[in-house]
């Protein structure tokens, strides 16, 4: 039976129903979540009772798996890990980023599952990429296409940083040395749907290549600032065993914190994508290939 998919907003975000993760997916059941991904950028799925190795498995399907350098991973299923925070354990996703542009494959989703929650609030924002590249002047998006920008580990996890301070600093020092700064295109073509969308975020974009700095930072604030508008948000509201699905190549998130005390455990999975790229600058064979 075709899965069930509800949209939350005419730009972003579906509820999908009528699918177990806890049991064995078709490939067609996979093709139809992967159409819903990429026809919604972020989908949710309620109520779904998941062990650790199913969580991994589920997210494996769609691609090789990043372990991330400083988060503590779950024990029974190494390759996801615990975002655990309260108030001995603060959040540091109260920014708005997109995973892990730290590294020259930035993944291609991630796949967050709801183990704890706290009774009110807690909530996670995701912002349409495409929506907000669109939303832009076409002088203004023909200038941007043209550009680089540097994405920095240690912007998003500076030294006296709360997931810095729980690694321990020689943890921390050794992943800095790890992961030096990438470059990325400013507008990336996503390489399955051939749409383009804004590839920066406050979280791991430290400045634009070629610009002067203040040049880089007034055009990175007004992009920061700019993705944030109504029109291109979803707010999910989370649910006991609720797990959010999203294409990290077209989307931003924010974990609201407004909380603590209370406590927020989450465990999720990251699926490792391409090389991000912007068509102009591909090869003839491979635009037309991506058109």
């Known amino acids: 039976m075709p899965i069930q998919i509800q949209p939350l907003t005419p730009t972003i975000g579906a509820v999908i129903a009528g699918v177990d993760l806890a049991k064995p997916l078709s490939d ?10 990429l026809a919604h950028q972020v989908i949710f799925f309620e109520d779904q009772h998941i062990t650790p190795g199913q969580h991994r498995d589920f997210a494996a399907r769609f691609g090789e798996l990043h372990t991330h350098p400083l988060y503590p991973g779950v024990p029974e299923a190494p390759e996801l890990f615990i975002l655990d925070n309260h108030a001995g354990n603060p959040t540091d996703n109260d920014s708005w980023h997109t995973d ?5 494959t930035p993944p291609m989703a991630s796949i967050l599952y709801a183990r704890q929650l706290p009774a009110n609030g807690g909530d996670t924002i995701w912002s349409s990429m495409r929506a907000a590249y669109e939303a832009l002047s076409p002088a203004f998006r023909e200038f941007l296409v043209s550009l680089d920008a ?4 240690a912007r998003g996890f500076p ?46 974009t430290e400045r634009i ?14 992009l920061f600032e700019h993705i944030q508008k109504p029109e291109f948000l979803v707010r999910w509201r989370w649910t006991p ?11 931003q998130h924010y974990a609201v914190n407004d909380y603590l005390p209370a406590r927020r455990i989450m465990n999720r999975a990251t699926v490792l994508g391409d090389r991000p790229f912007h068509r102009s600058r591909q090869p003839a064979s491979l635009r037309a290939a991506a058109e």
């Open 28 to 37: 067609d059941d996979l093709a139809q979540i992967r159409a819903a991904l």
């Open 100 to 104: 892990v542009t730290f590294i020259e």
């Open 150 to 153: 540097i994405h920095d580990f």
């Open 159 to 204: 030294t006296r940083g709360i997931v810095a301070n729980a690694a321990g600093a020689e943890r921390h020092a050794e992943e800095v040395a790890r992961h030096p700064p990438v470059l990325h295109p400013v507008v990336r073509t996503h390489p399955e749907t051939g749409k383009d969308g804004l590839f920066v975020n406050f979280g791991f």
């Open 209 to 222: 290549k070629g610009l002067r700095r203040k040049e880089s930072d007034a055009i990175l604030g007004m």
């Open 241 to 251: 065993n609720a797990i959010a699905f999203w294409d990290n190549r077209v989307t």
